[in-house]
């Protein structure tokens, strides 16, 4: 299919506010399940691993491909849980477009905030979709302004609500000036336009003045016709609200309630009228490895092949499934390719797409679509797979490090081995989940973003895999810092297999800003020493970073600068300077006052008026600093900055002092000096 009748999207959101309910009616309307699937029944489609139906919530990226107006949607939906935010990273990365899901009564809440921003990083278009406008509390001009208050977004309804809560019958599109009702007798599938009934009349012109008025801003033509009072044609309405979508200066804001089956096919429209076809966005820069320069690749189906693996899954029969996204040329079943990360050549041997846990054989994929390759080995996420003529690499994905840790063991000798397996192969899966054997007691430590991220993944070993293990409690993931600068000379001489390896480096260590991560500079020009001993310097301090002297923690927010070297042309080699470059950091790191610093957490707490009080108690008990709080017609949101460590157990806690109507949300802010 030609890229323009592609839409790649995502749908966003907090937890809860109804995004895989919203999936779930856009697959039954387009045809693509024959019946609606609920999550609070537990079956829905996109919901398909058995933890995502008993616990509610959506924890991998499911991928699906569905067909509206002769136009192919391929969508992800992706987790709206803080723990997951490596599984809405990675879709954002290879998504054109996405619909932000809110929900009328919470607004936009602390998760849809950061999953706003990831979307702003990559640079993704979107519409917002305000659901849940039948439950009690529901205001979706509240909203509105939230998101312009609150994200900046520059809202504009395209269409209104008539009436809230139970009395929410239908909408108002603003561009055909008609009344929109759902047919209740057959789930929505039929609505029809009918005239604005004389209640509704000037709510609607105020905000069809609005939608106007906001969009003339962007079009000389459409201002003229405004300011003479002529009729401004529907076209011109479709065309200004595209262009600023796919420019991200304007956000079109639809309504309805996907649970009560009303307002979901304007959205379709919507993702086809405004949101991007692969083509109409700009070239990506990629780096070409072997010119080792940065080249520009066009999104064409006749140029190189190029592609990104963003998601790897285990299926017991078939091994390894690659999720890619193609940005130019095409990919047949059978034809080698080229991992470029590994520098390894692969062969694609089938083509799938998905309907999130089923799928249909394909013959080729091409620029624009997204497929699942069976046969790779050796393929990660974030890894990009192109011809071995054009090795061209796409921009690698980024993924936050882990804060939160527990022991593992098997129960059994027998289980070794499987243990091993099993962690290798969901590291493989999920980028954010880290596993290292602690050097001094020989346990197996595994890491993730969080308790709930951490206990999903051993739900998996324990009853996906069937390994026997016992877990540990969870630790916290500390780093280790310098406070002072020093300077440290650092001498390497040593005879190995009869040839001597010499090497004599000054290395200066200093503290920088918290979040500004590692640096390594070299002060010595090229003429005093060779390149090769630079690089070999700076890969023996940046692999000394990986654990520090106080407790092994890894090194951060330090600048390492090489200030003086001695260089011998006879018995200098890389691995003395690399060695020295080690030894060196380690040594000037223990004279610079080393710190160990803990992570800290943004926690927003959302309960009932009435619990406030005891909660901000508890909260300050707990080491917490109260920032801010935010009044919502249901409930208070309470926003905090916190330990790691304290926060654990908050869950139970939190249940027990608001008759288990708090929730909490809570994502990593920074790491800090730890407090004794």
Request: proline fraction near 4%.
């Amino acid at each position: 299919m030609a890229s323009q009748k592609i839409r790649n999207i995502g749908i966003m959101a907090h937890i809860d506010a109804g995004k895989t309910t919203t999936t779930e009616r856009i697959l039954y309307y387009t045809g693509k399940s024959h019946r609606i699937g609920e999550v609070d029944e537990g079956c829905a489609t996109m919901d398909w691993m058995e933890q995502e139906q008993n616990r509610g919530i959506t924890i991998v990226s499911a991928a699906t491909t569905c067909f509206w107006e002769d136009h192919q949607i391929n969508i992800i939906d992706t987790p709206g849980h803080v723990d997951f935010t490596a599984e809405v990273e990675r879709s954002l990365r290879i998504l054109d477009g996405a619909v932000a899901v809110f929900c009328a009564v919470g607004g936009v809440e602390p998760q849809s905030e950061t999953v706003w921003h990831q979307a702003d990083k990559y640079k993704v278009p979107r519409l917002a979709f305000i659901n849940k406008m039948d439950r009690i509390g529901a205001d979706y001009f509240e909203v509105i302004k939230e998101l312009e208050e609150k994200l900046k977004g520059n809202p504009i309804p395209v269409q209104i609500p008539m009436g809230a809560e139970s009395a929410y019958e239908g909408n108002i599109d603003l561009i055909k000036m008609k009344e929109i009702i759902w047919n209740t007798d057959n789930q929505g599938t039929t609505f029809e336009y009918k005239d604005i009934r004389a209640e509704y009349q000037e709510l609607a012109e105020t905000w069809r003045e609005n939608l106007i008025d906001k969009l003339s801003a962007y079009s000389d033509e459409m201002t003229e016709l405004y300011l003479e009072s002529e009729k401004i044609p529907e076209n011109l309405i479709h065309q200004v609200l595209r262009s600023e979508t796919i420019n991200q200066n304007i956000l079109p804001a639809y309504v309805g309630s996907s649970l009560k089956n009303k307002g979901v096919q304007p959205i379709l429209d919507a993702v086809i009228k405004y949101l991007p076809a692969p083509g109409d966005l700009p070239a990506l820069k990629c780096l070409h490895t072997k010119k080792e320069e940065y080249v520009e690749l066009e999104r064409s189906e006749k140029g190189q092949l190029a592609g990104l693996i963003f998601k790897i899954q285990q299926d017991k029969e078939a091994g390894p499934l690659c999720y890619v996204r193609i940005y130019s040329g095409e990919l047949k079943s059978g034809s080698a390719v080229m991992n470029v990360n590994k520098r390894k050549r692969e062969r694609a041997n089938r083509l799938l797409r998905m309907h999130s846990n089923h799928h249909e054989q394909i013959n080729k994929v091409s620029a624009g679509d997204i497929a699942v390759i069976v046969g790779l080995k050796l393929a990660q996420t974030g890894d990009t797979i192109a011809s071995e003529g054009y090795p061209i690499l796409l921009e690698e994905m980024d993924f936050p490090e882990p804060v939160i840790s527990v022991a593992i063991e098997p129960k059994t000798i027998s289980d070794q081995e499987k243990l091993r397996t099993v962690l290798d192969t969901l590291q493989k899966e999920d980028p954010t989940f880290k596993v290292k054997e602690d050097d001094e007691t020989g346990q197996l430590i595994i890491s993730g973003m969080g308790e709930l991220h951490l206990d999903v993944l051993v739900t998996r070993i324990t009853n996906d895999y069937k390994v026997a293990a016992n877990i540990g409690k969870p630790q916290v993931s500390y780093r280790e810092s310098i406070t002072k600068t020093v300077s440290h000379n650092e001498k390497f001489s040593r005879v190995l297999a009869g040839k001597e390896h010499e090497a004599n480096i000054t290395l200066k260590v200093e503290p920088i800003s918290r979040g500004e991560g590692n640096k390594f500079i070299c002060e010595i020009p090229k003429n005093k020493l060779p390149l090769e001993f630079q690089k070999a310097v700076e890969r023996g301090v940046m692999n000394a970073m990986q654990s520090g002297t106080l407790m092994g923690y890894a090194t951060i927010d330090l600048q390492a600068t090489l200030t003086d070297a001695v260089y011998n042309e006879l018995s200098s080699t890389e691995l003395a300077f690399e060695t020295a470059g080690a030894l060196g950091f380690d040594n000037a790191c223990r004279k610079a006052s080393p710190a160990l610093l803990e992570p800290f957490m943004n926690v927003d707490v959302m309960c009932p008026g009435e619990f406030v009080g005891d909660v901000i108690s508890q909260l300050t008990q707990r080491g917490g600093m109260v920032s801010s709080m935010e009044s919502r017609p249901a409930y208070e949101i309470v926003k905090t900055m916190a330990p790691l460590v304290s926060m654990f157990g908050y869950t139970t806690a939190l249940r027990s002092q608001t008759q288990g109507r708090g929730t909490f949300a809570m994502e990593f802010s920074h790491f800090a000096l730890k407090s004794n």
